[in-house]
């Protein structure tokens, strides 16, 4: 069983910082892309940064130059570094395999609210 554990979500206020982190166990992690998803509300769920199983990052447009996605294989585990937030930023948080694999389901998640 696939269990995505997010961590790191919090308030900050524009301009700042956050690292998130994503634990992932009952899978090979190292085999699988991985990306990082989030869901504001009223929206849908949308793609903010996948990495390769090699370690290279895409991001959305909305985020490039901001975001900072990595993967610790041995650790199984996905990291976003966010800078410069703002408050479009304000989101819950969710990683994912890239595509999405709807096998293993969504974790809670972790809230990321962006605001003075």
């Known amino acids: 069983q696939v269990q995505l554990v997010e961590s790191g979500g919090g308030l900050v206020q524009p301009g700042g910082s956050l690292r998130l982190s994503c634990a992932a166990s009952?899978?090979?992690?190292?085999?699988?892309?991985m990306g990082w998803y989030r869901q504001a509300p009223g929206k849908q769920r949308e793609l903010v940064a996948r990495?390769?199983?090699?370690?290279?990052?895409n991001y959305a447009d909305s985020v490039k130059g901001r975001f900072t996605i990595s993967r610790d294989n041995a650790k199984k585990t996905l990291y976003l570094q966010m800078d410069s937030l703002k408050p479009e930023d304000t989101a819950v948080y969710y990683c994912?395999?890239?595509?999405?694999?709807?096998?293993w389901g969504w974790g809670q998640g972790t809230q990321v609210t962006v605001s003075s």
């Open positions: 994912n395999a890239f595509p999405e694999n709807y096998d």
């Open positions: 990495i390769s199983i090699g370690g290279r990052g």
């Open positions: 009952g899978m090979i992690f190292s085999i699988n892309p």
